[in-house]
């Protein structure tokens, strides 16, 4: 449909600063007219929506290009956690169908505080020996408004502190997961506690078992190798909650961390 947005799955995570626009260019044939593209990254499926501004012409080709961050002349393209960019740039062509209805509004409303609230305590995370009580660990309170004000909203993870001053964030760039923020308010892609949950064993369990295969932009869950690739690169120590502890029975870690990450991309709003 001339009026839907264009979808890409990567196998990794990607440094958020080149989950952009400049990384993918739409153009007519023949004319080379742009389309302004916004784009919508989801960390949890490792999916980039770009829907263009204004709905595509019917009936006309265009040409997509995909950036090879090493080749670029400009130094645009998508490039992974770990550094690695496409193995080239790619570029397709297709034709838009005819006038189409408008296309439905696919986002979901975002989860208030206290949603995020209820569902941190109902899945461990908020306990009194975890994130809650007067001792939470590594000082990350999970269970009111002010803990998640005080210690988790735009604020530097323990475990991602290289520089010299812990107050200062980093949209992570060049070395990824340097200084990120606990919970970077409308970015949850640039969110420590965000790849903590993406680790467990028990959420890529079932994304796997919900993935419609027949989907090719399903979240499918990642695999144990790229868990592992992930912590040697940026996640110190294990994911949350860890393996061995699990989430409680009739809590869905899909729809947990989805709600959580929905939450941050509003804003982070609290209360």
């Known amino acids: 449909m001339p009026n839907a947005p264009l979808r890409f799955k990567f196998d990794r995570w990607l440094i958020p600063t080149t989950a952009v626009r400049q990384s993918v260019s739409l153009s007519t044939e023949g004319t080379g007219l742009g389309v302004f593209l916004r784009p919508d990254y989801d960390v949890t499926a490792r999916v980039l929506s770009v829907r263009p501004d204004s709905p595509l012409a019917s009936n006309m080709v265009y040409i997509l290009t995909l950036a090879d961050a090493d080749h670029d002349q400009y130094g645009n393209g998508f490039r992974a956690y770990d550094g690695a960019s496409l193995e080239k740039r790619r570029s397709f062509a297709f034709r838009t169908g005819l006038p189409a209805v408008e296309a439905p509004d696919d986002t979901k409303s975002a989860a208030k505080c206290s949603e995020i609230l209820a569902a941190l305590a109902k899945a461990g995370c908020a306990s009194s020996n975890c994130h809650g009580g007067n001792t939470p660990r590594m000082g990350l309170a999970l269970d009111s408004f002010e803990g998640l004000e005080a210690t988790a909203i735009d604020h530097v993870a323990h475990q991602t502190q290289t520089g010299t ?81 699990g989430y409680p029975n009739g809590v869905s870690p899909f729809e947990f961390v989805t709600s959580l990450q929905g939450w941050i991309r509003a804003g982070a709003v609290c209360p």
């Open 165 to 245: 001053e812990i107050s200062e964030q980093v949209v992570s760039g060049g070395r990824f997961g340097t200084q990120m923020p606990i919970i970077d308010s409308g970015r949850p892609e640039n969110s420590y506690l965000v790849y903590k949950l993406l680790i467990g064993s028990e959420l890529n369990r079932e994304m796997d078992t919900l993935a419609d295969h027949g989907d090719a932009f399903s979240p499918t869950g990642l695999t144990p190798s790229q868990i592992e690739d992930a912590r040697a690169w940026f996640i110190d120590f294990g994911p949350m909650p860890p393996d061995e502890v």
